[in-house]
């Protein structure tokens, strides 16, 4: 996956992602000559600032970069967000912006040739709207499936990821968290390793 979330750069600041436009570019040109041959992109409606030109902007520069699989998320700010905190309101001010960037969103993907494959909604977005995963015919990502089925592992790295180990005899996700404090987690890693061990390979 390379997600980008907009491909606007002053949205990019404004949020506080440290990548650049340009480092998106880069990471599909570096995937393509690595010889992945599906990647999958997200991109989220209803992020400050942003109106339904600017997502279709984004929508199309994804588009003509090669995804194969891109995923319409809306935006849904958390409790305790810097974007909640200043703006209590936020999720429920956008419910038009956000319900026209979909639509349009949609008529762009089928009119070139993807199709919808899966959906799934979360609370607290923008309009009460769903995300929805598009994908070309002969790209539909299994693991995005098995996410929303919750029947994958995923091991995830850094403070604050949480890993999930899937176990199929028992159809059982078993969640195996790091400590979210940063400098905690440098000095407890061996322990936040330890713990990974224990799960992914008893």
Known sequence: SINPQTMKQETLDLIGRRHTVEDTVRAFELAKRVGIDCINTDLIAGLPGENAAD?????ERIWSLGADNITLHTLAVKRGSGLKELDQEYNYKNEELCTEMLDD??????GKGYRPYYL????????????????????VS?????????AQSILALGAGGISKVYFPEENRLERVANVSNYQ??????????ERKEKEFWR
């Open 55 to 59: 997502f279709r902007d984004s929508l």
């Open 105 to 110: 969103a949609r008529l762009f993907l089928t």
């Open 120 to 139: 799934y909604r979360q609370k607290h977005t923008s309009g009460n709207t769903e995300n929805l995963g598009f994908c070309r015919a002969d790209s």
């Open 142 to 150: 299994i693991y995005n499936v098995r996410i929303m089925e919750e």
């Open 184 to 193: 905690i987690y440098i000095d407890r890693i061996d322990e936040m390793i």
